[in-house]
């Protein structure tokens, strides 16, 4: 698969130092699957096969991809290697709980898909330490407000954009929770997501959060407005159209000033339809945040659903950033360095 010879042998007639070599060339080394058997191996410290050699060799970061039955998994052997291989510094995955091998059922075992596997590789390999340690929450998403079985009120929002900024949170080496609405947009392995569907539930999945929360970024575009009386049964063709009575859903940025931790960094986002620079700087006063990035849909390449966006970010100081036009990856990037500075004090 990769066009390069796999090696399985040690002390082959010429390369009997190739334990040695590859050890000292990894930046990393992934172990995928990692069986029960090599797990058991590593954990005493064998050096009987090119591996497990390699293995103890090697002073680069290593992840271990375990998959097996699921009793192996659970069998207290296994448990206690696992738990020494993190001891000493290995970084082992706990397997996906699904479907095993034909005819084993379902439960603990599965090996976790390569998106997962390539999300903690990019996190052991990150260098920038910022944030490591640091507790982010990122929203996401559009709400959605019923208004009757089938139909609800909501709003254009991807979610990419947040998605964006809980991985790099996430691969920075942060505790990153994702609040996430719906989405177009398959969610970031590695941040602990909280799945919602409306905007009370939103704000209260961030109420329960933010006082543990070094950072709030509020990337979901959360609905304004809800159904005053959500009909219980499908609104029907005769009878002409209905008239819907809205009314206001909390302000979630405007509630979270009262409880959130002393140091922490609010960032909000504007997303407007002309007049982008005034509408956003009355939103970071009113709101009373740190930060807000602002953007116009109306701009070509900037806003609600694509892969790019066009920002300009206003802090509380009165500073102001205009960024180009960048993918939506890099602009969250560029966030959490900003970010990263206020939680330092830079
Ligand atoms: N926001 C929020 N709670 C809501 C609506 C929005 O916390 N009920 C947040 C958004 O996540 C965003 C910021 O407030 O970070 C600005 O959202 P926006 O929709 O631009 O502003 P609104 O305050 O809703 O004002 P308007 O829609 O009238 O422009």
Known sequence: MTGRQALAE????????????????????????????????????????????????????????PAMNDHMWAHP??????????????????????PLAIGEGSGPGRMPEPEAIVAHLGRLLESDNTLRGRRILVTTGATREAV?????????SSGKMGAAIAAAAWR?????????????????????VIQIDTTDAMARAVAGEIGAADALIMAAAPADFTVKQVSSSKMKREGGAPSLDLVETADILKGVSSSR???????????????????????????????????????????????TNRVTLMSRDGKREELPLMLKTELAEVLLDRIGAMLNGS
């Not at 993190?86 to 397997?95: F, K």
């Not at 920075?172 to 602990?192: E, Q």
């Open 172 to 192: 920075r080496g942060a505790d990153v929770t994702l609040i996430a609405g719906h989405t177009d947009i398959d969610l970031p392995r590695g941040p602990r």
């Open 148 to 156: 009757d079985p089938v139909r609800f009120i909501s709003n254009h």
């Open 10 to 65: 040690i002390f082959e007639p010429g390369h009997a130092l190739d334990h040695i070599r590859l050890a000292r060339e990894a930046d990393v080394v992934v172990i995928a699957p990692a069986t029960a058997d090599v797990m058991a191996r590593a954990a005493h410290g064998h050096a009987n096969d090119l591996l497990t050699a390699s293995l103890l060799a090697t002073s680069s970061p290593v992840l271990f991809v």
């Open 77 to 98: 052997q296994t448990v206690r290697n696992v738990e020494h291989l993190r001891e000493i510094g290995y970084r082992v995955l706990d397997p996906d709980d699904g």
């Open 261 to 307: 931790k002393k140091g922490s960094v609010i960032v909000g986002f504007a997303l407007e339809t002309g007049d982008a620079a005034r509408r956003g700087e009355e939103k970071l006063r009113a709101k009373d945040l740190d930060m807000i990035v602002v953007n116009d849909q109306n701009e070509e390449g900037a806003g609600f659903g694509g892969d």
